[in-house]
């Protein structure tokens, strides 16, 4: 059994902010029922000719400049522009890596189940350094002309270098999902009849689901740890509403400032969120080392998961 520490973080973001007032140019809606109801101002999206490979590329380069070769890429992404090959392997072509790549498809707790997959090989002993990414274009899955979806997604990629070491940065490790609420958050159409998948999703339905799973995920996740929520320096949750976020805090007895909260300036970037604020926490020095963080998510499936971990600097 070998253990795993995170030796490298990086992001990419679209080149193009889109204001909430953009959607007001268009669409029966405002500035003020996004904020308030999501708490999202801004988010960035990918040009038209632009796709998700565009900005997981990157953030490959960046891993490898930091940290140097992985033996395996793992991406977790819904929105990936090709069916064959994965994403992983486009990625990993473009920055030259041979090794085990593959893509995940969790939706929203993606990037959980990605790390959960890299620490699983790094412990078997079958890798020693993978690059583990989450990338989401969600503005290519929208129907740009639906209020209730289009104002709350964005794009982004970000992932971290997990490499064999002595000691393990995480402390545990959960998973759950509901597979009776699969039809709440799911596209519409289908590929091999040539339509696109749009995203739909039954808001209401997901946001009571979330608040509940993500509420008790966490706990568990800190059970698991022999943690209590008293121990935790911060918690990085999927970005999906600002509001959920309060619920979850108030679930959990604790200030919501526990929350590390990026939805405001990148709305909700699926596979994307976790990784995005563990850098801009990393970026702006808010992690200490031996900081103890949850991270959490929840998508669709309905699924969800969280992790505990103790930050070590990087
Ligand atoms: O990433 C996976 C996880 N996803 C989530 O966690 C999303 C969970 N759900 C949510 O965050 C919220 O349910 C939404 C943000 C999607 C919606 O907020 P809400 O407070 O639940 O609003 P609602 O669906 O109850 O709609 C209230 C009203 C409706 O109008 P009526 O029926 O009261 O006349 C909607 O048609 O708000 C209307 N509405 C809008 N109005 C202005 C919906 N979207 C908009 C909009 N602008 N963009």
Redesign the pocket.
Known sequence: MFFSRISAIATQLPSEEIPNSY?GSY????DQ??AQ??GIQSRFWLKKNESVLDITVPVLAQLIEKSGRPDSVIVATCSADKVLPSLAHRVASACEIDGLHFDVNA??SGFLVALAQARALIGAGMVSRVAVIGADAMSKLIDHND??TA??FGDGAGGLMLERAQQDVFLSTCFDSKVAFCDI?MDQGRIHEGVKPVIQ?Q??E??RL?VGALSRSVLQSLHLANKAIEDVDFVFA?Q??D??LQSVAKNLGIDDQIFYKTVNCYG?T?AASIPLGLAHAHENNRLKNQDILVLTA???GMAWGSMVLKWEEI
């Open positions: 959607f669409l029966d809606t405002s029922w996004i109801r999501t939706a929203c209020r209730a104002v709350l958050l999703m808001g209401q997901v946001y979330a999927h999906a509403n509001r959920i909700n699926s929840i998508g669709a």
